[in-house]
């Protein structure tokens, strides 16, 4: 195991980033956590210490600025990996700020690729989103399926990085990367000490649900029931957190296993189950005994109808599957919410 490595998390408060954190803690890493709080709290650093013991060193800069990535390394020569989670992530803010997020998404991208040779790090891995296979022709979607238009800047951003990270590796640059396309991540961890936590009113269906259930939102709409699919609302492949945070940590492990080899992967994380929305709604009624206040609404322009991965590539390569069932992914994600606003007292 690599005990000793140090390992730089981008974005490592965030919703991802900091389930990803803990998991590199316990798995032995050390974290070097840099994020500019644009979307998280500086109390999950405090959060991941409760969980783990230790308190990553923490910096609270700008990835789009190059001299602060650069005296990050400076002063941790011994960082050998790089996990990159920061970018901004809201579909429709995209739209209406794109140039806010080709900078932040493709500028923080470019600034680290730049940075890391010099400072002498070979192992990136990339956040990316199976936003980018749009409505794909085939289900379950596998890695070999086309790239199609992204619907938003947003999902342009992520196709665009990862064509600079594989022209970067054509280019001769001697990194290795790992490109991880990731489904619907919900839940949270089984403490209930770290979760997702959105700002303003919520974009994503789980925390919408959960903040429903608990008196923030009055009701849940539910965007179309007229899809083509057995109950007629959208299908996703949604993910346990936990488990994808656990991914990263295999793909780390791989890239390092295979020093000075440049070489460009891609992998789809779910869990190769759909669920539609109503089922997912089901679920949180099940493992939470509440009736959630919902009701059905036009479509959201942009959605796609269903998607779940073929995972077949990352159970065999990466010797990874995810383990947690949709009920633990809502049960977590309901304990983590209830804990957050009784111990904040914010509703
Ligand atoms: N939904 C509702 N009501 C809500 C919110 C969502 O019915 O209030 C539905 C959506 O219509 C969709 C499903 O719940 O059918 C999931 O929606 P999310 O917004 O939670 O997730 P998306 O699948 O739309 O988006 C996610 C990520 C994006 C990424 C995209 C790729 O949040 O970052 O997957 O498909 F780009």
Avoid at 15 to 31: A, F, K, P, R, W
Wanted: charged share 25%.
């Amino acid at each position: 195991m690599n005990t000793s490595s140090k390992i730089l998390v981008t974005g490592g408060t965030g919703y991802i980033g900091s389930h990803t954190t803990v998991e590199l803690i316990i798995q032995g890493y050390d974290v070097v956590i840099v994020d500019n709080l644009s979307n998280s709290e500086l109390f999950i650093l405090d959060r991941i210490e409760e969980i783990t013991g230790v308190k990553p060193a923490f910096y609270d800069y700008d990835l789009t600025n190059r001299n602060q990535i650069r005296q990050i390394f400076s002063e941790h020569p011994d960082i050998k990996g790089i996990i990159h989670f920061a970018a901004s992530k809201a579909v429709g803010e995209s739209v209406e700020k794109p140039l806010l997020y080709y900078r932040n998404n493709l500028n923080s991208l470019i600034n680290l690729l730049e940075e890391m040779q010099p400072a002498g790090i070979s192992h990136f891995v990339f956040s990316s989103s199976c936003t980018v296979y749009g409505q794909p022709d085939k289900l379950p979607v596998t890695e070999h399926a086309p790239v199609k238009p992204a619907l938003s800047p947003y999902g342009n951003t992520k196709k665009i990085c990862e064509d600079i990270l594989k022209d970067t590796i054509a280019g001769g640059k001697d990194i290795n990367v790992e490109a991880l396309r990731y489904f619907n991540p919900i839940g949270a961890h089984a403490s209930g000490l770290i979760g997702e936590l959105p700002r303003g009113i919520p974009n994503n269906l789980v925390p919408f649900i959960t903040q429903t259930a608990i008196g923030i939102r009055e009701e849940l709409k539910v965007f179309g029931d007229d899809y083509n699919t057995p109950d007629g609302s959208c299908i996703r492949d949604y993910i346990h957190v936990v488990d994808l945070a656990k991914a990263h940590i295999v793909a780390l492990r791989r890239m390092m296993a295979r020093e000075n080899k440049s070489k460009y992967e891609m992998f789809n994380l779910g869990t190769g189950n759909g669920y539609s929305v109503l089922e997912v709604i089901k679920s949180f009624e099940k493992v939470s005994g509440h009736q959630l206040n919902y009701k059905i609404v036009d479509r959201r322009p942009g959605d796609i109808e269903q998607i779940w991965a073929d995972t077949t590539l990352a159970n065999n390569e990466l010797g990874w599957k995810a383990e947690l069932g949709i009920d633990e992914m809502m049960r977590s994600s309901w304990e983590w919410e209830k804990k957050y606003r009784n111990a904040s007292k914010k509703y």
